[in-house]
């Protein structure tokens, strides 16, 4: 409900901090923007919106939003654009960075030649959007810290009619976003942590690469989108699983700090005694999470013990959940089949099978896409669940899009 409909100042205080809260609860940053944004447009009546992130002097294109342009596949490879805005005074959103001050634009198209920022057509130009009244509003967290901007753009009345911000939106949504940006700053460092933790498996095997585990945990949040929206679950539901497999995917391998070096920078194929020892990554990686405080640890469980678990069996550990904490346990159990292998590990093996085929690796160069995918279609029914499978194949320009972003010659 947008804030003028609301019948007085408390009610609309009170809807702020209700947001909030839910916002609060979120973990995982590309989730907790989603929320922020969509949100922002409810109150506000904002037909489309973005959200920029400072790094260095720098602000990093991070979310979008848009329900004239964007259908949901559109929406989804639209998140993983990959450019940046230096903060100077010469664009609207690197202006409100630097002067630390919301704006109100009621017309993009008329602004005063004399003001030192300008309007960038070029995306009206090539999408056929037509870009009106722009609210954009610094995000500013703890002790001053500035964390992003966040754009919104085209208020629509009740009759869908386009026109200025109202002085309700104006006042209300930076307050809404000075609560939101501490969610934003703590959803950044949980992934900065998660990255760490990965840093430390990256000294042990070179595969395992910020940009490879960024890749992997989008490809799964994705994945599961659709999955979960064939069967029609709620948008607050796919929300909130959403947030926790974006973040536990990527933790899937880290118990590859537990295996020999000898074993993971061999160049050349495992022998079956050192592949058993290799097995036993999966094993370390669900130990890290014996004392589950959360969701989130327990998918992350999941995940590290069963995505090598195979959809027709013969994969590994091949274990019950409630041996990887027995210290005696030898490898070599029934593998886990079907359903019975947790769904986050079956969106994740997907993942992250298809990561390794398409990228370089000290032993081989990246697979073409042609390949890629025909060794996931040969796999399907067998080694993957054939429904995952056919949701990646489905949602595979946003795959791409995912894949362009991270690249394994970035920094992360």
């Given at each position: ?9 408390d009610?609309a205080?009170m ?17 907790i ?7 922002s447009?409810?109150?506000s009546?904002a ?8 790094e260095?002097d720098t ?7 848009n ?6 596949e559109?929406?989804?490879a639209a ?5 940046g805005?230096p ?14 001050q919301s704006l ?15 309007f960038?057509?070029?995306f ?9 009244s ?9 002790e ?5 901007v966040?754009?919104?753009i085209n208020?629509?009345?009740e ?5 200025p ?7 209300y949504i930076p ?18 942590l ?11 095997d070179p595969s395992e690469t ?16 659709t ?9 607050k ?9 974006r ?5 899937h ?11 993971l ?6 022998t079956d ?6 097995k036993w ?5 669900a ?6 405080t959360?969701?989130?640890?327990r998918m ?5 013990l069963c995505?090598?678990e195979?959809?027709?069996?013969r994969?590994y550990?091949g ?10 346990l ?9 359903e019975?292998?947790?769904l986050?590990a079956r ?23 042609e390949?890629?995918?025909g ?5 399907s029914?067998?080694?993957f669940d ?13 795959i791409?899009a ?11």
């Amino acid at each position: 409900m947008s804030i003028e409909r609301l019948a007085s100042r408390d009610q609309a205080v009170m809807a702020i901090l209700k947001t909030s809260e839910e916002v609060n609860q979120l973990k995982d940053v590309d989730t907790i923007l989603d929320k922020i944004l969509y949100e922002s447009r409810q109150l506000s009546g904002a037909d489309a919106g973005s959200i920029f992130l400072v790094e260095n002097d720098t602000l990093i294109f991070s979310y979008v939003q848009n329900d004239t342009l964007f259908c949901k596949e559109t929406t989804n490879a639209a998140l993983y654009q990959n450019f940046g805005i230096p903060i100077s005074e010469q664009s609207i959103v690197g202006y409100v960075a630097k002067t630390r001050q919301s704006l109100a634009i009621d017309d993009a198209y008329e602004l005063d030649p004399t003001l030192p920022f300008s309007f960038n057509k070029s995306f009206d130009e090539k999408s056929g959007y037509r870009t009106t009244s722009m609210l954009t509003i610094p995000l500013i967290a703890q002790e001053s810290r500035l964390v992003g901007v966040m754009q919104l753009i085209n208020a629509k009345n009740e009759m869908g009619k386009i026109g200025p911000f109202s002085e309700e939106a104006r006042t209300y949504i930076p307050l809404f976003c000075n609560n939101a940006s501490v969610a934003i700053e703590r959803g950044i460092m949980n992934r900065e942590l998660i990255l760490r933790m990965m840093q430390m498996a990256e000294l042990r095997d070179p595969s395992e690469t910020g940009p490879h585990v960024q890749r992997v945990g989008a490809y799964s949040a994705e994945i599961y989108e659709t999955w979960a929206s064939r069967r029609n679950h709620s948008p607050k539901a796919i929300k909130h699983v959403r947030d926790n497999i974006r973040l536990a995917a990527m933790l899937h391998d880290v118990g590859k700090v537990g295996i020999s070096d000898t074993i993971l920078k061999k160049p050349a194929k495992l022998t079956d005694e050192e592949f058993d020892a290799m097995k036993w990554h999966t094993i370390f990686g669900a130990r890290l999470f014996k004392n589950q405080t959360s969701e989130l640890d327990r998918m992350s469980m999941e995940i590290a013990l069963c995505h090598h678990e195979k959809w027709e069996g013969r994969g590994y550990p091949g274990v019950p959940n409630a041996d990887v904490w027995n210290d005696e346990l030898i490898l070599g159990g029934e593998p886990k089949k079907r359903e019975i292998i947790p769904l986050a590990a079956r969106i994740c093996a997907v993942a992250d099978v298809y990561d390794a085929l398409a990228s370089p690796r000290s032993y081989k160069d990246p697979f073409p896409d042609e390949k890629c995918l025909g060794i996931l279609e040969k796999d399907s029914g067998t080694h993957f669940d054939p429904e995952i499978v056919e949701i990646f194949f489905e949602i595979f320009p946003v795959i791409k899009a995912i894949r362009e972003k991270w690249t394994d010659n970035e920094t992360v």
